[in-house]
């Protein structure tokens, strides 16, 4: 059964070993990941199913990574010593793409023990103190927000039935294009992103994302839109109370923290 649920970052920044003085100007973020860390703490989950963006993606098909265990690190971002690893929950990874499959849902299988940043990040502020736990990676499609809408729903159906305990967490940076100090400078499509995904995520439903124009959601250069179409279609349907922890943008990319308690 899913117990809880979250929006993260994924900002290496957010790490004392990358971010060090930078995080200063990210305490709100800070503040609200610990809130969720406590949170995830007390569901006492089984298992962390994360939908991340930067792993491997299809055009046409959702994906999951099954390995016996998995290592995230830093090291692109040249730290070689902050790892975090975790445990595969292999059985219930593969009960989700035969059940997943029998729907007719385009899911498929990769495996790689190496973990990127977009897991890594959260992972390392999320499960510090979390005694036993395994992880489920899913990596989104190409596909738009409607379809990973409908993934979601279709995600909920097999891991609500589930007899364990799970978290889903959906990691996730908005635009990359707030203001002229942003990586790639700004456009206009990166604060209409950012209102949208916010309105969406504070009241727990789609209808602003889903109203985006591919434009729009192109031009934010974000890695947002199919994680969180993701999570919000998985929560569909589903006794929730959703609470805005934090947003800012303090260094032009959005960075957005939001729970979910299923009550």
């Known amino acids: 059964m899913i117990v809880f649920a979250a929006i993260v970052p994924h900002s ?18 800070i503040a609200a990941c610990q809130e969720i860390e406590q949170a995830i703490y007390l569901a ?15 055009p ?17 971002f040249g730290d070689f010593s902050t790892t975090v690893s975790a445990k595969s929950d292999y059985l219930l990874i593969d009960r989700l793409q035969r059940k997943l499959r029998a729907e007719g849902v385009p899911f498929t ?17 999320l499960t510090a103190h979390l005694p036993s736990w395994k992880l489920i ?35 996730a940076d908005l635009s990359h294009k707030l203001s002229p100090e942003s990586p790639t400078g700004f456009s206009q499509e990166g604060p209409a992103f950012d209102a949208a ?24 250069a974000q890695c947002a839109y199919r994680p969180i179409s993701t999570i919000l279609g998985l929560l ?6 959703s609470k805005v922890l934090s947003y800012e943008s303090p260094f032009g990319v959005g960075y957005l923290t939001v729970r979910y308690d299923l009550v």
Do not use: W
């Open 12 to 29: 290496p920044l957010l790490i004392p070993s990358i971010g060090k003085t930078n995080r200063d100007k990210l305490q709100a973020t």
């Open 44 to 58: 006492k989950p089984d298992s962390i199913c994360m939908i991340a963006p930067h792993g491997v993606r299809y």
């Open 60 to 76: 046409d098909a959702y994906s999951v990574n099954l390995a016996s265990k998995y290592v995230g690190s830093l090291k692109q």
């Open 109 to 125: 299988l990769t495996s790689n023990e190496e973990l990127d940043y977009g897991f890594a990040v959260p992972l390392l502020l």
């Open 137 to 171: 990676p899913i990596s989104p499609s190409m596909l738009d927000g409607r379809a990973h809408f409908e993934f979601g729903q279709q995600l909920k159906r097999v891991l609500h039935a589930e007899s364990q305990r799970v978290v889903v967490i959906a990691s």
């Open 197 to 220: 995904v916010r309105e969406s995520a504070a009241s727990n439903k789609p209808e602003s994302l889903m109203a985006l124009d591919p434009a729009t959601v192109e031009g934010a």
């Open 236 to 241: 569909d349907g589903m006794n929730v109370t």
